[in-house]
């Protein structure tokens, strides 16, 4: 485990004073693509005062109902960014976990990371957002195909939400979101973005979330041409192995995505994939050619093996002190078989499976048995 202690106290002094000298700097760039100069802005508008605060952060990575899909909600004591929404069927699921953790009726930030229909479908519901008075800004992708009805809805209910396109955002001010001396929000310089026209899934927001020692990195649906476009603007994002890096699977998981390259550029020590759980007829035993593909947890298991999936935990609460996390889910609402080696099949107990790695799992472990999958923790088979 990669961890970082000598020096903390030495980087939290230059942090706290960096941000105390200069909450709002001038450092943009004229070329928004190469350069990773860029201005700061500071957004906390918390009336938590720094005895009251958690000395964590928290993901709720929320359950797919329908085919696919992608929402989680990050919450940083009463700072809350909404990534994406999911599909229609995962709608009273955002509002759900908004309800819950929303308790000052401020959403910080919204981000729609591409406006795929199970990642923005499940926003198209934002007149039943009772908890939600207010939205102070909303960052969408820069193709906008197919989030038209997202934006009338947005100036509809939020008139007073400042909207702005990722294209508008790199090289300003609201690249990097400063919101106290641990937490950050930094958009990340991509050239998908600026490109015309082709595969939305590679114009995905790139972002990553900073507290301590810990960076979030959180990048839609992007895909292998993606991916190596990113690494290839963004050389030496990751070179301190010493940070603790939690991944945010790419795209449910696809195969082609999350390869070796980029797992090896990243170097995971925490991930978690959000996808519709998809089973295999007329068993409903565990599918290894759909999201999360098979070959594609394989090679995230080569980095770690604190990797959990929506689909067999349920909604996950993901607790992060800076320096490690912790998942606890509430179990999943799908049920599916797994084979008892005699022609009968057994079903999967959601209740033990509810905090397990996916690498735990029975499904993983069919995938052992069968397809000759590594097994990463040694279970028994």
């Not at 926003?123 to 102070?136: G, M, Q, R, V």
């Not at 070796?260 to 925490?270: E, G, R, T, V």
Request: proline residues 2%.
């Amino acid at each position: 485990m990669k961890k970082i202690f000598v020096i903390l106290s030495f980087v939290s002094a230059l942090l706290l004073a960096s941000c105390n000298n200069n909450n709002l700097t001038s450092n943009s760039s004229n070329n928004p693509i190469t350069s990773s100069n860029t201005s700061t802005t500071s957004m906390n508008n918390s009336s938590t005062t720094q005895e009251e605060k958690d000395d964590f952060f928290t993901i709720y990575s929320l359950e797919m109902h329908g085919t696919y899909g992608d929402s989680n909600l990050i919450k940083y004591n009463d700072f809350e960014i909404l990534i994406d929404g999911g599909t229609n069927s995962d709608a009273s699921s955002v509002q759900d976990i908004l309800n819950q953790h929303v308790n000052d009726g401020i959403l910080e930030l919204l981000v729609v990371s591409h406006p795929d229909s199970d990642h923005i479908d499940g926003l198209e519901h934002l007149s039943t957002y009772e908890s939600i008075d207010k939205i102070n800004l909303v960052i969408q992708n820069g193709d906008t195909r197919g989030n038209e009805d997202f934006t009338n809805l947005i100036n509809q209910y939020y008139p007073d939400a400042n909207m702005l396109n990722i294209l508008d955002v790199i090289g300003t001010e609201y690249q990097n979101i400063q919101v106290d001396e641990y937490f950050s929000i930094n958009f990340l310089n991509y050239g998908g973005y600026f490109s015309s026209g082709g595969n939305k899934n590679n114009k995905s927001i790139c972002l990553n979330i900073n507290y301590k020692n810990t960076t979030l990195f959180m990048a839609g649906d992007l895909e292998e041409a993606g991916c190596n476009g990113f690494m290839q603007l963004n050389k030496n994002l990751f070179d301190d192995k010493e940070r603790y890096v939690i991944f945010k699977i790419l795209h449910h998981g696809s195969r082609g995505s999350n390869m070796d390259n980029f797992l090896s550029y990243l170097d995971p020590d925490f991930a978690f994939v959000n996808a519709g759980m998809h089973t295999s007829s007329p068993n409903n035993t565990p599918n290894f050619n759909s999201h999360p593909y098979l070959d594609a947890m394989v090679r995230v298991g080569k980095y770690t093996n604190d990797v959990y999936y929506t689909g067999i935990n349920g909604d996950l609460t993901i607790t992060c002190d800076g320096y490690n996390a912790t998942a606890k889910g509430v179990g999943r609402t799908n049920d599916y078989y797994y084979s008892n080696g005699d022609g009968t099949y057994l079903l999967a107990n959601k209740e033990e499976e509810k905090d397990i790695s996916f690498y735990a799992s029975k499904w993983y472990i069919e995938a052992i048995k069968y397809k000759g999958a590594p097994n990463y923790l040694n279970v028994e088979i």
